[in-house]
């Protein structure tokens, strides 16, 4: 019977030409305008557009963006607002280099970020601190995004060497406003937004922001979801040298997951090779849903509480101590679409293998930095320096059921005994699956659980040396003591006992950046730099990826490191901002398989790359957001594989060594433009596109490539009410946005139209 504890729910050649060509535009710009001396302009924040972010939110950058020495995308909240974005992987959306992984047995449903080829699941932050647990985030509360590409560990830590997201909050400030959002479109789409700020007196302030929203999925319309937020902010001491932000964020969502689509061909080996297809998705209907409506579903829960203090002592002398709290929960039951035994290919028919997950992560961190600016020697600094200590606790689990869901075939190619009712609607068909089935179970948590405690000590300081307006030279180094401790008590399952496991990881590792860079005028930067980035086993707590086992926790951290060489203008009376940048990244100590069957540090990555971006106005009327990315990632060394018996094992190197990383379309890119028609009325749309991405290290399964356009237009009836219509994937293109399992592939949202009205007073 059905178990009444589940919960519902509710509802290359070219490219270097290229770089040589944008490296030139801006330098011809610049020859045309020598006549005209720029003036030199202080900033602080946005300036000249509501596309253009002149500054980072983190003080860890020393300098304005047009000084740093690394590539660096800011995704302000007017594009997320005109985008119609109402996530974070759809804001993400507008910035080329990234994608988002789709979940497996060891990586859980959220946002499963990859940056530049490289897995970045744990690198998102807020404010500056990383923000743990496996959770899917929301934009409502959010002023700007923050992406960074490259090594990241010098500014956040243990890392990826992709780059990291940084999510800039929302905050009370030192006016009064009242803005509010109603929203309705197709698959049902409801949301409704309020930002309401309020000054407390001449030195203090408030401010609320919520969130409802309810919605299926354009295509898909089975798929469903709600959730609702709330984020109040108070701060006291606006006009003094002291301030204090305190601040929380509640978000809570229910839905039913996508399982996605498999892929034609599941076979590696044997006889039945000749048999797959092309290694695309199957080609089935876009509404095709092969789970199980009284089964399936995911519960997410996500609690901030942050404590921020700063004090200006005078002279540009600034300390701030941050205290933050959090706790999130991810718990589901998510049909995987199982090919492992054949049936796809050869017989037409699926298994509906239940992926599941009960996990909960706190965490508690303190950051305290001290920063400024002075002059000695006759040379300039501007400096950062801090500690940061950090502890998570992370308890994961999952579910079992009876009878299993796991595919029971023996027999690579064995079609299910039969479909429907005969495997109690586990096997179903490729074509004609039914969400509807009447699945019949019991469900218990497992008593397999692993609990992970993840401590952290950091030390960091960065500068930013100015010997004259035209040299400039950065500096960062950052030392990181990382310690964490799996536990997974003994327990007895199915009348067979496991004895407990233990293992742990105490490391300790130093990262730096370092970046020259010569302005050949006031409004431009030609930089090159160097950074490293370490990733520990169990970096990411126990939940994804790149958990802690008994295998991996005497290994070394993956030791990354990039070299860049680029440039970034501001053009057209510095409303335009242009970057180009070229770049090199090299992972060693790569955890693979070693000659003797273990696991071992003996691996090696390498990524080529190119970006360029543009963001800012072209005229007082016309303004563009995007940017280009070229990735050239591969596989230099892949440990080696087992080509004899489990008698007598031959070690020999991998044959995917040169192939291309999975995650990374060579091209992507992104643009989006508005221009104002007349007074009032604005028109914009935009696109984003991808290479073929593929899903395996062999190289055999991949999304292909694709383009999407989408579409807005605003109105102001008068200076409180707008109308916002975003018509999103134009042109229905049936594409695949979520790729990293080698099982399935998950389905882009198709054309969708919504109406937004907004009210500002």
């Not at 002023?143 to 909050?169: D, T, W």
């Not at 990382?482 to 067979?496: E, H, I, M, S």
């Not at 053009?571 to 940048?581: C, D, E, G, N, T």
């Not at 009325?681 to 073929?692: D, K, Q, T, V, Y």
């Amino acid at each position: 019977m059905k178990n009444p504890h589940i919960k519902s729910i509710k509802h290359p050649r070219p490219a270097v030409a290229a770089a040589i060509a944008t490296l030139a535009l801006p330098l011809a710009v610049h020859a045309q305008s020598t006549e005209q001396k720029l003036p030199e302009v202080t900033i602080n924040g946005q300036a000249g557009s509501d596309f253009q972010v002149k500054k980072s939110a983190n003080d860890k950058f020393t300098a304005p963006l047009l000084d740093t020495p690394k590539s660096i995308t800011v995704v302000p909240a007017e594009v997320i607002s005109q985008t119609g974005a109402v996530s974070l992987t759809e804001a993400l959306r507008t910035v080329p280099g990234i994608t988002i992984g789709a979940a497996e047995g060891g990586n859980p449903v959220g946002d499963n970020l990859f940056i530049r080829g490289y897995n970045a699941q744990t690198d998102t932050y807020i404010d500056g601190i990383r923000d743990s647990g496996s959770q899917s985030r929301e934009i409502f509360a959010l002023e700007q995004i923050e992406v960074v590409k490259g090594p990241n560990s010098a500014y956040g830590g243990r890392s990826s060497a992709g780059g990291g997201v940084n999510l800039v909050s929302k905050t009370a400030k030192a006016e009064n406003f009242s803005n509010a959002s109603v929203g309705l479109g197709s698959a049902k789409y409801r949301r409704v937004t309020a930002d309401v700020n309020r000054m407390v007196g001449d030195n203090a302030a408030v401010r609320l922001n919520v969130m409802g929203h309810d919605a299926h999925v354009p295509g898909r319309d089975i798929l469903h979801g709600d959730r609702w937020g709330v984020a109040p902010t108070v701060t006291f001491g606006l006009a003094s040298p002291t301030s204090v932000n305190l601040s929380y964020y509640h978000m809570e969502s229910s839905e039913l997951p996508d399982t996605g689509l498999p892929f034609n061909n599941p076979f590696t080996t044997g006889p039945n090779v000749a048999k797959n297809g092309n290694g695309t998705p199957v080609n089935v209907p876009r509404s095709t849903f092969y789970g199980l409506l009284n089964r399936d579903y995911r519960d997410t829960e996500t609690d901030i509480g942050t404590i921020d203090v700063k004090h200006a002592f005078g002279n540009g002398l600034t300390f701030r101590n941050v205290t933050r709290y959090g706790r999130t929960s991810n718990d589901y039951v998510w049909t995987q679409p199982d090919d492992s035994k054949g049936n796809v290919a050869l017989y037409g028919t699926l298994w509906r293998r239940a992926n599941t997950r009960i996990v909960s992560t706190d965490s508690l961190a303190n950051a305290a930095s001290l920063s400024g600016a002075f002059t000695a020697a006759g040379v300039k600094h501007s400096f950062t320096a801090g500690i940061e200590i950090s502890r998570e606790d992370t308890d994961r689990g999952s579910y079992i059921f009876n009878p299993g869901t796991n595919n029971p075939l023996q027999t690579v190619g064995t079609n299910c005994p039969t479909t429907g009712a005969g495997t109690l609607y586990n096997c179903t068909t490729l074509l004609n699956p039914n969400p509807n089935d009447p699945w019949q179970y019991t469900r218990s948590v497992s008593p397999n659980r692993t609990a992970v405690r993840t401590n952290t000590r950091s030390a960091y300081a960065f500068d930013t040396i100015e010997f004259n307006p035209q040299w400039l030279l950065n500096l960062g180094l950052r030392w990181d003591g990382f310690r964490t401790k799996l536990d997974v008590p003994a327990f007895t399952l199915n009348g067979v006992s496991t004895p407990a496991q233990h293992a742990q990881v105490d490391t300790d590792f130093p990262n730096y950046q370092a970046g020259l860079v010569y302005k050949p005028s006031a409004n431009s930067s030609i930089y090159a730099s160097y950074g490293t980035s370490s990733t520990p086993p169990g970096n990411d707590g126990g939940d994804g990826l790149d958990a802690l086992t008994v295998i991996v926790q005497n290994l070394k951290p993956q030791d990354s490191k990039n070299f860049e060489l680029g440039t970034k203008w501001e053009v057209l009376a510095r409303r335009l901002s242009l970057s180009a940048a070229l770049f090199r990244s090299e992972m060693n100590n790569a955890r693979v398989t070693a000659p003797d069957g273990s696991t071992q540090n003996v691996g090696r990555k390498t990524i080529r790359g190119l970006e360029l971006g543009v963001n800012g106005s072209l005229s007082a009327n016309w303004q563009v957001f995007g940017g280009y990315t070229w990735l050239d990632g591969r596989i230099a060394d892949n440990g080696y594989v087992n080509t004899g018996t489990t008698a007598k094992p031959v070690w020999t190197p991998s044959p995917f060594n040169g192939n291309v990383f999975p995650t990374t379309p060579k091209n992507s890119a992104s643009l989006w433009t508005s221009y104002t028609v007349m007074p009032g009325l604005s028109i914009g749309g935009g696109l984003s596109a991808m290479s073929r991405v593929y899903s395996n290290i062999n190289n055999t399964k991949f999304a292909p490539g694709y383009t999407r356009f989408d579409a807005m237009a605003s109105y102001d009836l008068n200076k409180n009410v707008s109308l916002q219509l975003n018509v999103q994937n134009l042109a229905d293109k049936l594409y695949f946005d979520k790729v990293s399992s080698p099982h399935y592939a998950g389905v882009g949202a198709g054309r969708s139209a919504t109406l937004t009205a907004s009210f500002k007073y």
